[in-house]
């Protein structure tokens, strides 16, 4: 069964600092993995979805790596903001008869003004 | 991108009653929807899958009576939680699988219900 871990599971900085999350997955049979924002209360934001065949991909301040083989993901911002303030949630979707995301514990960042 | 809604956003409602959560895909069709539970300060645990035009697959722990779904067309699945109690008090988001998007799924805006 496919287990996601992120690390930290808070983070504070001071805004302008560049950061890192990590997330690492158990099962490398994935089809894609997905990074999401989520803000109190709210739904979920997608930010960046990595299919199984790339390594990285980047949106803006964002850039998302992933290496399969040794189950892991890194979501790297770049000039953190107080507007990064959120919960940020790795997910990966198994391939094979599973075929579902399964969910990181999250990890909840804090960008100090 | 791809728009999924949820109604209601909120509902309050008293224990022993059955409330209906509703999940769309507004501009996709999707064969497969997915409903997630989140307590507070904790990830989202996968509730059961929503197949169109069949039965749904629930995850082991998950009572099927008590949460029914219910995916009769490819833009629609509902989750109905009967009679509720506060501990069934959460917040729910579904998601839809787009096919034609290398099986992006997208969430919807969540549903917080308190069963007091």
Partial sequence: KQEVTQIPAA???????????????????????????????????????????????TSGRLNASLDKSSGRSTLYIAASQP?????????????????????????????LP | GAVVSQHP????????????????????????MFW???????????????????????EQGVEKDKFLINHASLTLSTLTVTSAHPEDSSFYICSARDEGRWDTQYFGPGTRLTVL
Avoid at chain 1, 20 to 27: A, R
Avoid at chain 2, 48 to 57: I, L, V, W
Wanted: one cysteine or more; a neutral charge; aromatic letters at 10%.
């Fill in chain 2, 36 to 58: 997630y539970r989140q307590f507070p300060k904790q990830s989202l645990m996968l509730m059961a899958t929503s197949n169109e035009g069949s039965k749904a697959t629930y």
């Fill in chain 1, 11 to 57: 983070l504070s900085v001071p805004e302008g600092e560049n950061l890192v999350l990590n997330c690492s997955f158990t099962d490398s049979a994935i089809y894609n993995l997905q990074w999401f924002r989520q803000d109190p209360g709210k739904g979920l934001t997608s930010l960046l979805l990595i299919q199984s065949s790339q390594r990285e991909q």
């Fill in chain 1, 83 to 111: 507007g990064d303030s959120a919960t940020y949630l790795c997910a990966v979707f198994s391939s094979g008869s599973a075929r579902q995301l399964t969910f990181g514990s999250g990890t909840q960042l804090t960008v």
């Fill in chain 2, 9 to 32: 956003s909120w509902v309050i409602c008293k224990s022993g009653t059955s409330v209906k959560i509703e999940c769309r895909s507004l501009d996709f069709q999707a064969t497969t």
